[in-house]
């Protein structure tokens, strides 16, 4: 590792550290898997404490650019692949829990982003395998009255179709904003006294879209996608529900 650390300014220590460390792994000066020096080194090369080099690789750590496979070996630089999208998550949440995005924002823009994916597989040539996206249809239909695993295969249904698009930017922020709103969605589905009507028009509208995708329709792909979400949510009951679910 050859980078200079950059002159200190009026910020905490650690978060300048931090913040060099992490424009030397996003430059690729320091390589997805390879080992981050230690801290005696760290110490030696910004001219700070111990504690202020332990708090900057915390930082490291919080943010997903530091892992360790074990409590004894050596921090790693993480490899593109295994980054989480749990941060954009958390900050999707929490400002959604703290009034500062509105419910609706969300779901305007997880309809926009699953009618997007939807229309791109669409349209792709050769299709792609919807293996995947069947099996959550079809556990979809297997659910019965159970709204807590209909909920989890339609998140599902809808975030195998964006990735057999191929795009992994389309994935993630989908991942992540779906993901918020996910809570909020299972509240309404929860409130109905029987939801056995209201799982069967759904369940149906997903037929659809998976039919829609396989005939190359991209727009209906697309139009069926997104509606059938904003249908849902101005339909179904308004019980108030927030929070963070993983699909």
Do not use: N, W
């Amino acid at each position: 590792m050859t980078f200079a650390p950059q002159p200190l300014e009026r910020r905490p220590v650690y978060v300048q550290v931090a913040e060099a460390l992490r424009e030397a792994i996003l430059s690729g000066e320091m390589a997805p898997g390879s080992v981050l020096p230690p801290e005696r080194e760290l110490c030696q090369r910004f001219g700070v404490s111990r504690t202020t080099v332990r708090e900057a690789l915390r930082a490291l750590q919080t943010r997903g650019l530091a892992v360790a496979s074990g409590p004894t070996l050596p921090l790693r630089v993480v490899a593109p692949d295994a980054l989480s999208t749990e941060p954009m998550r958390d900050t999707l949440v929490h400002l959604l829990r703290l009034g500062r995005v509105p419910l609706d924002d969300l779901i305007g823009l997880c309809a926009t982003l699953e009618g997007a994916g939807a229309e791109q597989v669409a349209s792709s040539d050769p299709l792609p395998d919807l293996t995947a996206a069947r099996e959550q249809l079809a556990a979809m239909r297997a659910a019965g009255d159970d709204v807590e695993a209909f909920e989890r295969a339609d998140v599902r249904f809808h975030l195998e179709l964006v990735r057999a698009s191929g795009s992994e930017a389309l994935t993630i922020v989908m991942l992540a904003v779906r993901d918020a709103v996910s809570r909020a969605l299972l509240a309404r589905l929860t409130a109905l006294e029987d939801p056995r009507p209201t799982l069967a028009q759904l369940t149906a509208e997903h037929e659809a879209i998976l039919q829609a995708v396989v005939d190359r329709d991209g727009e209906a792909a697309r139009r069926h996608s997104a509606e059938h979400l904003r249908r849902f949510y101005d339909d179904a009951p308004k019980t108030v529900a927030s929070g963070r679910r993983s699909p």
